[in-house]
């Protein structure tokens, strides 16, 4: 098993929709987790941490479910600008600061 | 404000060249820095992590080698770099918990 893992896609949407994607994480310690968002050829973004309590960013919830060890990120009314590379980060190993594990990343593609 | 740059963008490399790829940090002292690989179609690959100047951690075997000479400055190298070696490197600086990235130095080696 993958210590990060996530669904490679593509997800295909059309603007407007709703879209959600899972990552599960080996490490039931594991405290940090996060979503960055990277574009064709650049580099990884932040896009927002996940905290235990669930948090949101306008159109985007982030949530964690410890009991299933996985982190979901949600994307409301979808727009062509959304269409990137996902990746869940994860800091597998309490007490490394910043050391994260990445997974390999979701591709989306809103459509038109 | 912090920033992170990385350089050069892009360099192709033949077989058996050495490397040598720079980042630096501006606006922040004493950061933990990382660098990550990215092969085509795969997912990050943490190389090396620095906590502090001379302090170098290496995550995986492997043909790089990383030093940390001044405070914000991180370097990544290679004596002899293989076919293997072509990736996306990404310099990253820490800040609690979260992780910054550099633009990244895309490596062809051929």
């Known amino acids: 098993r993958k210590e990060v893992e996530q669904d490679p896609g593509p997800f295909n949407v059309p603007e407007g929709a709703t879209v959600a994607f899972n990552c599960t994480y080996s490490?039931?310690?594991?405290?940090?987790f996060f979503w960055y968002r990277q574009d064709c050829r650049k580099e990884p973004k932040l896009l927002m941490s996940v905290y235990s309590s669930g948090n949101e960013d306008g159109r985007f919830t982030a949530q964690l479910n410890r009991a299933s060890q996985y982190i979901s990120l949600l994307i409301r009314d979808s727009k062509l600008s959304d269409s990137a590379t996902y990746l869940c980060?994860?800091?597998?190993?309490?007490?490394?600061?910043?050391?994260?594990?990445f997974g390999t990343g979701t591709r989306l593609q809103v459509t038109l | 404000s912090q920033t992170i740059h990385q350089w050069p963008a892009t360099l192709v490399q033949p077989v058996g060249s050495p490397l040598s790829l720079e980042c630096t940090v501006e606006?922040?002292?004493?950061?933990?820095l990382y660098w990550y690989r990215q092969a085509a179609g795969r997912g990050l690959q943490l190389l090396f992590y620095s906590v502090g100047i001379g302090q170098i951690s290496s995550e995986v075997p492997q043909n790089l080698s990383a030093s940390r000479p001044q405070d914000r400055q991180f370097i990544l190298s290679s004596k002899k770099l293989l076919l293997s070696d072509s990736g996306f490197y990404l310099c990253a600086w820490g800040r609690g918990t979260e992780l910054f990235f550099g633009e990244g130095s895309r490596l062809t080696v051929l």
């Open positions: 490490n039931s310690a594991s405290q940090s």
């Open positions: 980060a994860v800091n597998l190993a309490p007490g490394t600061a910043s050391k994260l594990t």
């Open positions: 606006g922040t002292s004493n950061p933990n």
